[in-house]
Structure formats: C-alpha cells, structure tokens
T-cell receptor, first 114, second 113 residues
Framework: AQKVTQAQTEISVVEKEDVTLDCVYE???????LFWYKQPPSGELVFLIR??????QNEISGRYSWNFQKSTSSFNFTITASQVVDSAVYFC???????????FGTGTRLTVIP | DAGITQSPRHKVTETGTPVTLRCHQT?????MYWYRQDPGHGLRLIHY???????DKGEVSDGYSVSRSKTEDFLLTLESATSSQTSVYFC????????????FGPGTRLLVL
C-alpha cells in the first residue's frame, strides 16, 4: 500500500531562516515518482518538482533544494533564507507505476514571519 | 499557466440538490482528474478520465459521477449533494499517465448546507 506522511503539520520561522519540510513515503513499487506542490493563501496548487525513484541526485533550484534518500524513504524539501512569500501549505505526493493518481500527504503549513 | 479553468469557482447549495462542476482545458491533454481537498486528508482522487468517454473511479468516488464528451471538458456531478461533500474540488490534467506531472486548476469551493 502506498502512503505519504508529512509529520509536520505547521512550522513557523523568522524570515531569512532556513527550513526543511519532511516527507516520508511508503510504496512496494521499485519505480515510482515523487512530487512537491505549493498551495499559497490564494488557494491554487503550484507544481514545484517531480523526481523519479531511479534518480537519487539531489536538486537545487534557487533557494529551494530537495534531498531524496531511498534508504530512508524520504524526500525532504529545504528552503534557504526563507521569505514571507514562501508562506504556504506544501504537499508531498507519490505516484506509482501504472497508477493514475497522486497520493498526497496531509500537507505542512509554513508561516514565515517578517 | 496550464490552461485549466474551473466553474463555478464558488457554490453554495442545499442538501439533496444536484450539482455539476466543470473543468475546461485548452491544451488537449489526454488525462483529466477530479480531486477533493479536505483538512487532514490532503487531496484525494474522485474520478479520472483517460480519453473521451473513458473514465474510471478513484479513491473516494461514492456519490459522484463524471462525464467527458469532449477532450477539453470534464464534468463532475453530485447527484444529490450531502453536507459531507462540502469541500474544495480541484481538476487536474496530465499529458500521459499519472506518472506525468499533474497540473491543477484553480479549484471550486463547494458548501452544502
């Protein structure tokens, strides 16, 4: 069975601090895909990254970075030098081979305090 | 911008009434999805479509039906709305299977009184 756990329900940081959002997943597939989405206060869902299970290379995009570790079934997301505009709910999601939907975690609400 | 619109964006209705939500895309993607978002649950798949007239159930399909008569439109119908269907509904599209990135519409906030 597939499952995505985001244990951090809410996180508050002061602007310019670094913050890591945790994502732990469960799957029996050897090939799967992991995603992060951002949901700002306006409500839309914004795609951030997609990672294949056979590519464990970490990725950096500006202030965002992602650490994928198959050994611990984790796909953590770090924001460096956080800004107020980073305040949002962040969702981690999993897609398995042959599946036609995303399994979402319950989300982490990040508040960046100016 | 993935070219997805949803209508209406907000709706208040009464228990027992039928409700239809519309998702429209402009990029001819084959796959379309309906999710609902509820506190403590993240997003959960209701139904999806893999082509015109081709649909299948998702995780939480009870009480919902869908139709896709044109590539660009995917309709979600609540035949007889209940208060438990109060939620935010998101449509999504992807070019191919679920392993491809799904892009989401702006959402429809539905309140069933």
């Amino acid at each position: 069975a597939q499952k995505v756990t985001q244990a951090q329900t809410e996180i508050s940081v002061v602007e310019k601090e670094d913050v890591t959002l945790d994502c732990v997943y469960e799957t029996r597939d050897t090939t799967y895909y992991l995603f992060w989405y951002k949901q700002p206060p306006s409500g839309e869902l914004v795609f951030l990254i997609r990672r294949n299970s056979f590519d464990e290379q970490n990725e950096i995009s500006g202030r965002y970075s992602w650490n994928f570790q198959k050994s611990t079934s984790s796909f953590n997301f770090t924001i460096t030098a956080s800004q107020v505009v980073d305040s949002a709910v962040y969702f981690c999601a999993l897609s398995e081979t042959g599946a036609n939907n995303l399994f979402f975690g319950t989300g982490t609400r990040l508040t960046v305090i100016p | 911008d993935a070219g997805i619109t949803q209508s209406p964006r907000h709706k208040v209705t009464e228990t027992g009434t039928p409700v239809t939500l519309r998702c429209h895309q402009t990029e001819n993607h084959r796959y379309m999805y309906w999710y609902r978002q509820d506190p403590g649950h993240g997003l959960r798949l209701i139904h999806y479509s893999y082509g015109v007239k081709d649909t299948d159930k998702g995780e939480v399909s009870d009480g919902y039906s869908v139709s896709r008569s044109k590539t660009e439109d995917f309709l979600l119908t609540l035949e007889s709305a209940t208060s438990s269907q109060t939620s935010v509904y998101f449509c999504a599209i992807s070019e191919w299977t679920g392993q491809e990135t799904q892009y989401f519409g702006p959402g429809t906030r539905l309140l069933v009184l």
